[in-house]
Each structure stands twice: as structure tokens, then as C-alpha cells.
């Protein structure tokens, strides 16, 4: 089994490790992409226009019903083919959209639909008194939302903000079914060619719980961090 796990041939680890790099850009893409769509969701979702908040929830209400794999063959395969026919269209040459930069994108549009309802709730528990002193000292509604809205809902966000991270990092694993190489890519083809499954697949569990545990204990001094001078909570 150790000969198997080995870092140099005969061995397949370095093929699982090259999978697990591979996941984490994937998922740290996914996951910063989703942040980025998440809060502008969730401004919109609270202060936009009719029509802003009919899209946005559209948008949310289609991504977080459909399954993430369907959504994942729909945005890689329909969405790329339709880019190469509108080029084509105007007399330019296919392109070949990178694996990596397609999983983060796909997944990154996933993670934005849950990242806009999180972001939306941590946002609308900051204590409306901060905000009305905020305008009152007639603070633009940039700076009131950078120095005052972002940084006092960033502690009641943090938990959600981790549940999505580690949704992040297995979902991933979806990617196996477009033939990305990410780490279940890897496992798939080490125990198909030598017939281990159990032993790669094992292994392969063990690194996925090594990265969770590992993004526990990050977010988890990220949020006392972000908690500093707030009443401690007990439960």
C-alpha cells in the first residue's frame, strides 16, 4: 500500500498531491469569484432597484435548485460552445477555454448564488444605529460601506462563509466529470490502474479531511479575530 503512496514511481502520490494543488486553486478562484459576485448580490439584493432584485433573485433562485453537477455541464459544455459559435458568427477562430479557469468560473457562479444570501443576512444583522450614525455625519454610501457596513457584518458572516469555503473544496470533485484532474480526476485514474481502490480512495478521503480540518482552524481565528470587542457567545 506504501509503495503504491509513494512520491516517485511506482508510487501515485505526487499525481494525488498534483490533484489536491489542483482543487485548492480551483476552490480559492471558486470561492474569492463567489465572494466578489455574493456582496454586490447582496447590495443589490437590499438596495437596488425593482428590476435589480427580480434578476438577482432570479439568479439565486435558479442556482441553488438546480444541482450543482447539472449546472456544471451546462455552464462548461452549452455556455463554451456558445462563445465558439458567437465567434465563429463573426468570423473569428474557436478558442480552448482552460480547465482551470473554467472550474473556478463554473463554480465560482455557484458559489456567488449562496455567498449573495449569506452576505445578505450577515449585512442586515449590523445594528441599524451604526448605519443612521454613519449618515448622519453624512458618510457616502461607498465609505459608510467600507469602513462601517462591510467590517461589522464580516464577524456574523464568517461562519456561512466557511460552510461555503469547504462546500468549495468538494465540489470540486464535480469537475472529475469534464476530466479536469483535480484530485477525484487523480484517484479515479491511480485506482483504475492499478486496481487499489480502496487504498487511493482512502487516501484521497484523508486529504480532503486534512484540508477541512485545516480551514477550520483558519476560520475559526478569523472569526475570533473578527469577534474582538463583541460579547463573547456560549452555546
Not at 111 to 138: D, F, K, N
Request: proline share 4%.
Amino acid at each position: 500500500m506504501f509503495e503504491l503512496l509513494q512520491l516517485s514511481p511506482p508510487g501515485w502520490g505526487a499525481n494525488l498531491l498534483r490533484g489536491l494543488w489542483n482543487s485548492i486553486l480551483i476552490a480559492c478562484g471558486a470561492f474569492g469569484l463567489g465572494i466578489g459576485i455574493g456582496t454586490l448580490g447582496a447590495f443589490g439584493k437590499l438596495y437596488g432597484g425593482p428590476v435589480v432584485r427580480d434578476l438577482l433573485a432570479v439568479y439565486t433562485t435558479v442556482v441553488r435548485a438546480v444541482p450543482e453537477l447539472v449546472l456544471i455541464l451546462i455552464l462548461y459544455y452549452a455556455v463554451t460552445d456558445a462563445v465558439n459559435q458567437t465567434l465563429l458568427a463573426f468570423g473569428y477562430d474557436r478558442i480552448q477555454i482552460s480547465g482551470l479557469a473554467a472550474g473556478i468560473a463554473v463554480l465560482g457562479v455557484v458559489q456567488g448564488a449562496y455567498a449573495t444570501e449569506v452576505l445578505r443576512g450577515a449585512i442586515q444583522a449590523v445594528p441599524a444605529g451604526q448605519i443612521e450614525a454613519a449618515r448622519a455625519m453624512g458618510m457616502p454610501p461607498g465609505l459608510l460601506a467600507r469602513r462601517v457596513t462591510l467590517p461589522l457584518m464580516l464577524s456574523n458572516a464568517l461562519p456561512g462563509l466557511a460552510n461555503l469555503w469547504l462546500v468549495a473544496t468538494k465540489d470540486t470533485a464535480l469537475l472529475a466529470v469534464v476530466g479536469f484532474g483535480e484530485l477525484t480526476q487523480e484517484t479515479r485514474q491511480a485506482a483504475g490502474a492499478t486496481k487499489a481502490y480502496f487504498t487511493f480512495f482512502m487516501a484521497a478521503g484523508m486529504l480532503y479531511l486534512i484540508l477541512s480540518i485545516g480551514s477550520g482552524w483558519l476560520f475559526a481565528r478569523l472569526e475570533r479575530r473578527a469577534r474582538r470587542g463583541q460579547p463573547e457567545l456560549h452555546g
